[in-house]
């Protein structure tokens, strides 16, 4: 039976790994930067590219190549190419796929870091990007110019939790003779495969939902088709941005456990977006597992199921919003998302603090807005936590408390 046929938990635990010759159960850790050869011909064979063995663990490692093949199998895609953080895969594909004077549209409310990259440092060498509000995907068939090398889109975003239709962008990229790449970070390969949507890439951040458990930075980029693979794996290659073998094996032993960490924490989400819709203390929410979510119906189409993540504002704006984040006994304030700990934040002055507040702003990012990863814990206790930290935002606060 073949892998691709059986279902996504049993290829959570066994794709990727092949057996090992002392008989391991699951991948060691290769924890050595070269391999020997049996003699100088094999040398040159692997050189020659005639043997798929070896040479070095910037170019290829076992350990590291079991998580790429696994992630390549759950994204329906060529094997992935496993980097040192997230930011090196997005780096790794802008750099493959963009040139001196080539043009990008973006998501706006994209990861900070990733339009950051692009605005603050591939702009010196000509790069120029559009950011737009791709929910609707005219905006992008608008911003597209004759120059325009790549579509590159976050969905869901973080942290304005916006759906972007990725068959239709993907539609609209293609005709104009470009690839498209989603960042699948939020969902991860568990909830939505954008190479089955028509995406040409597919790119995370492993530090998150695919690891799980906050103990290592990683990232990972999958290709839809050979050709594509070859622009890419070489630019890994000669950044040096490669993956680590002892935490590729820490993320191919957090990947096992995805499905059951992604259902269980996304569970405890919806009860937890219902109880802050509820709130009188809280002006709007966003999860996509609401049906009050504009894009809702949208990702019931192309995501298999709504995740963990939740973005609120309280009617006190900012100053409530610390009084929560200051008072949370459970979650812990700290960037990041994904893991098994439920982690809340605040995008404007952390995560997102480099772009402008007119940028924020055009992209949903507000002054006030919360960010909230939902973890494995009791919905029961989170919530009581939750509970209790509102109780703490000043009665002088705008209309917060009621």
């Known amino acids: 039976m073949k892998s691709k046929k059986q279902g996504i938990n049993t290829r959570l635990v066994h794709a990727g790994f092949h057996g090992d010759p002392t008989g391991a159960v699951t991948v060691p850790i290769y924890q050595t930067s070269?391999?020997?050869?049996?003699?100088?011909?094999?040398?040159?064979?692997?050189?020659?590219?005639?043997?798929?063995?070896?040479?070095?663990?910037?170019?290829?490692?076992?350990?590291?190549?079991?998580?790429?093949?696994?992630?390549?199998?759950?994204?329906?895609?060529?094997?992935?190419?496993?980097?040192?953080?997230?930011?090196?895969?997005?780096?790794?594909?802008?750099l493959a796929l963009l040139e001196k004077g080539a043009h990008l549209v973006s998501t706006a409310s994209v990861y900070g870091p990733s339009r950051g990259l692009v605005e603050k440092h591939l702009s010196r060498f000509g790069v120029e990007a559009t950011f737009v509000d791709t929910t609707d995907p005219a905006n992008v068939r608008k911003a597209l110019r004759p120059n325009t090398k790549m579509v590159y889109i976050e969905t869901p975003s973080n942290p304005a939790m916006q759906?972007?239709?990725?068959?239709?962008?993907?539609?609209?990229?293609?005709?104009?003779?470009?690839?498209?790449?989603?960042?699948?970070?939020?969902?991860?390969?568990?909830?939505?495969?954008?190479?089955?949507?028509?995406?040409?890439?597919?790119?995370?951040?492993?530090?998150?939902?695919?690891?799980?458990?906050?103990?290592?930075?990683?990232?990972?980029?999958?290709?839809?088709?050979?050709?594509?693979?070859?622009?890419?794996?070489?630019?890994m290659i000669a950044l040096g941005c490669n993956m680590d073998p002892h935490q590729a094996y820490l993320v191919y032993r957090g990947l096992k456990t995805l499905g059951i960490r992604i259902e269980r924490a996304q569970s405890g989400a919806l009860e937890i977006?219902?109880?802050?819709?509820?709130?009188?203390?809280?002006?709007?929410?966003?999860?996509?597992?609401?049906?009050?979510?504009?894009?809702?119906?949208?990702?019931?189409?192309?995501m298999s199921g709504f995740g963990t993540m939740i973005s609120f504002e309280l009617k006190g704006g900012l100053e409530a919003g610390r009084a929560v984040m200051d008072n949370v006994k459970l979650a812990t304030l700290a960037v990041s998302l994904g893991g098994v700990e439920t982690l809340i934040e605040h995008p404007a002055s952390m995560t997102h603090a480099g772009m402008s507040r007119e940028h924020r702003v055009e992209a949903g990012i507000t002054d006030g807005l919360v960010r909230y990863s939902t973890g494995i814990e009791d919905v029961e206790d989170l919530v009581a936590d939750l509970e209790q930290a509102f109780r703490a935002i000043p009665s002088t606060v705008g209309s917060a408390r009621v």
């Open 34 to 94: 070269t391999f020997a050869f049996r003699n100088a011909e094999h040398g040159a064979a692997l050189f020659g590219g005639a043997d798929d063995g070896y040479i070095y663990t910037r170019l290829g490692n076992p350990t590291i190549k079991a998580l790429e093949e696994c992630v390549g199998e759950l994204e329906n895609g060529q094997r992935g190419i496993a980097t040192s953080s997230g930011m090196g895969a997005v780096s790794i594909v802008y």
């Open 163 to 235: 759906v972007t239709d990725v068959q239709a962008v993907a539609g609209i990229a293609h005709a104009h003779g470009c690839p498209l790449v989603v960042d699948n970070t939020f969902a991860s390969p568990y909830l939505q495969k954008p190479l089955d949507l028509g995406a040409d890439v597919a790119l995370h951040s492993v530090t998150k939902f695919i690891n799980g458990h906050a103990d290592i930075v990683g990232g990972i980029v999958v290709a839809k088709t050979e050709e594509m693979d070859r622009r890419l794996r070489p630019l």
């Open 273 to 302: 977006a219902r109880w802050l819709e509820a709130r009188p203390e809280v002006d709007w929410v966003r999860y996509i597992g609401l049906p009050s979510h504009p894009q809702h119906e949208l990702a019931k189409r192309q």
